[in-house]
């Protein structure tokens, strides 16, 4: 089975977490392409067996370009990688018809509830599902703090949320209709 990891990234924190899901992919025997969507295209993705992708909440949802700016002009943060232009929440929109494909979806975010917090997997979900994908895994979160780190084990707990993620799909896959 193919997987396709694709991501939105600033601060290298949604790009760690995508890396440790592809990585918790590969320990289920899942071939994995982890890749940012400025270096992918929605076409490119639509042979996958499985789409998983992710982005930092901003403003309670998927990032776009106003928060993209916010962000940029605080200066005490420091970008990893540049933000994608035009990001996201532009790709999901010209990603084609998923043809029921199974999809997932994951956020990096501020550790809190999520009515407060807000999350951008709920969002990528609802796009996806508008897509015509088949949602195989609830939207999971993974936390930063306040200066923007990624919360102690987050990067573990990813890559066993997508080893998990992948033996459901093979349950789900294997079992007769």
């Not at 979806?105 to 807000?118: S, W």
Request: negative net charge; proline residues 6%; hydrophobic residues 40%.
């Amino acid at each position: 089975m193919q997987a396709f990891v694709v991501y939105e990234s600033m601060y290298g924190n949604t790009a760690t977490i995508a890396e440790a899901i592809g990585r918790g992919f590969t320990e289920a025997g899942m071939s994995v392409r982890v890749a940012p969507c400025s270096q992918v295209k929605p076409d490119d993705v639509i042979d996958a067996d499985l789409l998983v992708i992710g982005g930092p909440t901003h403003a309670h949802g998927m990032s776009h370009e106003a928060t993209r700016d916010t962000a940029r002009a605080d200066d005490d943060n420091t970008f990893e990688e540049p933000a994608p232009e035009p990001g996201l929440r532009q790709w999901l929109h010209d990603l084609p018809e998923g043809a029921a494909r199974p999809a997932a979806a994951f956020d990096t975010r501020l550790h809190g509830m999520a009515l407060l917090t807000g999350s951008a997997a709920k969002h990528i979900i609802g796009r996806l599902e508008d897509r015509g994908f088949q949602i195989a895994a609830e939207p999971e979160s993974f936390f930063v703090t306040k200066d923007n780190q990624l919360t102690e084990g987050e990067e573990e707990r990813a890559q066993r949320w997508a080893a998990e993620t992948a033996r459901l799909l093979e349950q789900v896959l294997d079992t007769p209709e």
